[in-house]
């Protein structure tokens, strides 16, 4: 009796174990085939949490390779760029307060970063990791803004302008430490924050004109060396 229920234990144990390691291989190569394999490239889409959907600020798109299951390069590449016009007349208190001026001004704003980063994958879930990641980063940006002050009561014929522009370059290290998840076979969500540590020059000018002659002109140069937090970026990444 005893042998007989030990024969039927084996039975049942040459039967189990083979459907249990053809279940698991089977959630081995779907997990396989969800996450990105070497030489697996992405084009990835990030916004910031300083998204403005009134300009075109706060968006970048990336290029990423992965070079094995824990690591991976990614080039990026933000822009920015702004327009806005505001009018303002009424009675402006800047020497006398019966002075009444209308004040225009046009402001253009617009910037370029380039990183490249190389990044490392620690795999808490099959379809969860965690990463981090460094490398070097590049960025150029201008500000304008024109301002024209005039007194409608005497007209047009002397308006006064001041055009301020800020031109400014930096360089430096970029580092980012994120989460993705792989929500199909093909795309993936994730979230990032990191930090710049880099040095700029700026370049600040100030023209000033009455009417069509120029009768001040003033520049300033500052150079930095900071350590700058990044906002919380958002991307989403489609793999082929």
């Not at 039975?11 to 070497?38: F, G, K």
């Not at 370059?169 to 990032?192: D, N, Q």
């Amino acid at each position: 009796m005893v042998l007989l229920h030990r024969c039927r234990q084996v039975a049942l144990m040459s039967v189990l174990l083979p459907v249990y390691t053809q279940a698991a291989d089977s959630l081995a190569v779907a997990d396989r085939a969800i996450l990105p394999q070497p030489g697996d490239h992405a084009l990835m889409f990030v916004v910031s949490r300083g998204l403005r959907l009134e300009a075109y600020d706060g968006m970048g798109i990336a290029i990423r390779k992965q070079l094995s299951r824990s690591k991976a390069e990614r080039l990026t590449l933000s822009v920015e760029f702004d327009r806005t016009r505001s009018i303002l007349d009424e009675d402006i208190w800047i020497q006398d307060p019966r002075d009444h001026e209308r004040i225009d001004r046009f402001d253009t704003s617009s910037a370029l970063e380039w990183a490249f980063l190389r990044l490392h994958y620690l795999e808490v879930a099959p379809v969860f990791h965690t990463y981090a990641g460094w490398g070097p980063v590049v960025s150029a940006g201008r500000d304008r803004s024109e301002i024209s002050q005039k007194d409608p009561d005497i007209g047009n014929t002397s308006p006064t302008r001041r055009i301020l522009t800020k031109v400014n370059v930096s360089g430096g290290l970029k580092a980012v430490f994120g989460a993705e998840w792989f929500v199909t076979p093909g795309i993936s969500l994730g979230a990032e924050y990191g930090f710049v540590l880099g040095a700029g020059h700026i370049r600040e000018d100030d023209l000033r004109y009455l009417g069509l002659e120029q009768f001040s002109d003033v520049r300033h140069v500052t150079n930095s060396f900071e350590l700058d937090p990044l906002p919380v970026a958002f991307g989403l990444s489609v793999f082929f």
